[in-house]
């Protein structure tokens, strides 16, 4: 009688699966094992391409392998080296869906130096159980074109229709612009935001690159995301 009346509780840090868990303190009355064990992002690739003059593009292409975690707070670092170290860095932060693959990218990184390699390292993630779907904004067109701006200056444009395919009035979207050549090299990269997109309702977006993106572009990807787990994406009636 006394060793029972002595002996611990269960608890969900006691290291042991004794209170119906699914694994050892987690899964059951403890929290779920996806958020106790959450599965690293994987980083598919990392890029960088010149801009202009002393600034650089980075891109990384990442996926989430979590099947019903996202994060709503997920911070990462560019580093860019040459052959002699470090020459540039840049943080953010962002978010992820659950099984997402997505691009982060970084316009106008400075660099005294050109780059010849770049790393993307996830800092810090926070993870919560999240099943819902993305929001659904669609690309239903897009091109690329380039345009005059004075006799000697030309431009690089990229213009996508997006359509709204939600029951949402959106606050805000991010759009990311991905070029390619016919070998699937970077050649291009710019971001912008969209805001105040109503639902049911087509909108044009356009990003432009100070030159001419050299090379050939023969594959563009737009790709609109929109952050739900800011407090204030959706516009209040």
Not at 7 to 26: A, G, I, R, Y
Not at 61 to 89: C, H, T
Not at 164 to 187: A, E, G
Request: hydrophobic share 40%.
């Amino acid at each position: 009688v006394l060793y029972w009346r002595l002996k611990p509780l269960p608890t969900c840090s006691d290291s042991k699966k004794n209170q119906n868990e699914l694994n050892v303190d987690c899964g059951g009355p403890c929290e779920p094992c996806e958020l106790k064990h959450p599965k690293g992002v994987t980083v598919l690739w990392a890029r960088t391409v010149s801009v202009s003059p002393g600034a650089y593009d980075a891109v990384a292409y990442i996926k989430n392998p979590n099947e019903i975690l996202a994060s709503n707070s997920f911070e990462y670092r560019f580093s860019l080296f040459d052959e002699r170290g470090l020459v540039a860095e840049r943080s953010g932060t962002t978010y992820l869906y659950p099984q997402e693959k997505t691009y982060i990218v970084e316009a106008g990184i400075p660099a005294e130096r050109p780059p010849t390699r770049v790393e993307f390292a996830v800092v810090r993630a926070e993870w919560l159980i999240h099943k819902e779907s993305p929001p659904g904004i669609l690309v239903r067109g897009k091109e690329y074109r380039i345009e005059r701006e004075t006799a000697r200056v030309f431009r690089g444009i990229v213009e996508a229709d997006l359509f709204n395919d939600t029951p949402f009035d959106v606050r805000s979207v991010d759009v990311h612009f991905l070029l390619f050549d016919k070998d699937d090299n970077l050649i291009g990269a710019n971001t912008t935001l969209v805001e105040q997109f109503m639902a049911d309702t087509d909108r044009n977006v356009r990003t432009v690159w100070p030159e001419a993106i050299p090379g050939i572009v023969t594959s563009i990807i737009v790709e609109p995301r929109v952050n739900v787990f800011s407090p204030t994406w959706l516009i209040e009636p």
